[in-house]
């Protein structure tokens, strides 16, 4: 019986599994052994079993524990492996580093007081996001993101500057949060809502407009890649996010008159006609996009592309009315036509539909 012992790579893994597997075949090649041995000293080497197998045969494996529990060190690999795993690493992990960089950012602007309901609020925002599904959705649509964004693009400045805003937006809440503390201390009164939603009034102007930066962003990018469904999709939202500013502006406002004598706050008639402002903003920005959005798709649908439902193909298209908004589409058996409303999906060559 022949002893040896075989090294693997300081950086393990596929490295570390290429390296034993070279070395056995050089010891096969010497020695010209048939089946071996394997003394293992924990759950690391065990991992190598396949590797040993695709060489010769393991004839027995010896598990030899030194100086450490078994069941320790194999709970030790298992939770090193667990926090490899993005998902579980981003609650270890990521939410006390959140919560540090929060307390940092609010003590550097002098108000620490505020810095524990930031953090407990942050924190509970994101464990709703997790026990929702909200996260999975964000991750995805963050990979999607990087696909779609290039340096090189005109939308590039566009996320610079979205980016700049949201940091102003900070400062002008902290700003807005802190006269209105001041105003409640001359005033003789304690409140710690007010100033929280001071801050969100203070920063919603800029906020908005840090979104329909980024939108247009997403459109510019959309529109180079001729996904016209996206561009259809960011375009509503910018218009939504106009309408939902006008309506919040005029909330908060509301709510701190009502609840202090710090502003004098909207009428009735104030918020009736903010209501019905955005609600025209939507009507008339979601009809204008109806029509670009039509003359965009029908000039992106070509003759003969492949027709989807349900990831099978049911025919090609034969033509497309632009005026009327449909598409004629051939299939096996007749001629049918569709609205271009029930295209789900538009890419290169095919088109999916509901």
Known sequence: MEIAIITGHPSRGIKADREVARQLEELKEKF???????????????????????????????????????AIESSFYLLKEVLKDPHFARIIFGLPGIALVIYAIVYLLGIERLSFNVIIGLIGAYLIM???????????????????????????????????????????GMDASNYFSRQLAVLGESNTVIPAIAFISGALGLLTLA????????????????????????????????????????????????????ISGPTFLDILIMVILAVLITFLGFSLIAGIYKKLIVRHIKKGMIVKRDGKEIGKVAGVDGKKG???????????????TKIEFLGQGEIEIL
Do not use: C
Request: proline residues 2%.
């Open 32 to 70: 010209g052994f048939e089946e071996v041995v394997l003394v293992s000293d924990g759950a690391d080497d065990e991992q190598l079993i396949p590797v040993i197998q695709g060489i010769t045969r393991i004839a027995n494996i010896q598990r030899v524990v030194i100086k450490q529990s078994q």
């Open 130 to 172: 997790k026990g929702f599904g909200i996260e999975d959705s964000i991750m995805k649509w963050l990979s999607s993101f990087k696909k779609t964004t290039s340096i090189e693009r005109a939308s590039f400045p566009l996320y610079i500057s979205s980016l700049l805003v949201i940091l102003l937006a900070i400062w002008s």
């Open 211 to 262: 979104i329909l930066l980024f939108f247009a962003g997403r459109i510019v990018d959309m529109y180079h890649r001729g996904e016209v469904l996206q561009i259809r999709r960011y375009a509503r939202s910018l218009v939504t996010t106009i309408a939902a500013y006008l309506i919040l502006e005029v909330a908060i406002k509301f709510f701190i008159a009502w609840t202090s004598r710090l």
């Open 326 to 340: 449909i598409i004629h589409i051939t299939t096996e058996e007749k001629r049918i036509s569709i609205p271009i």
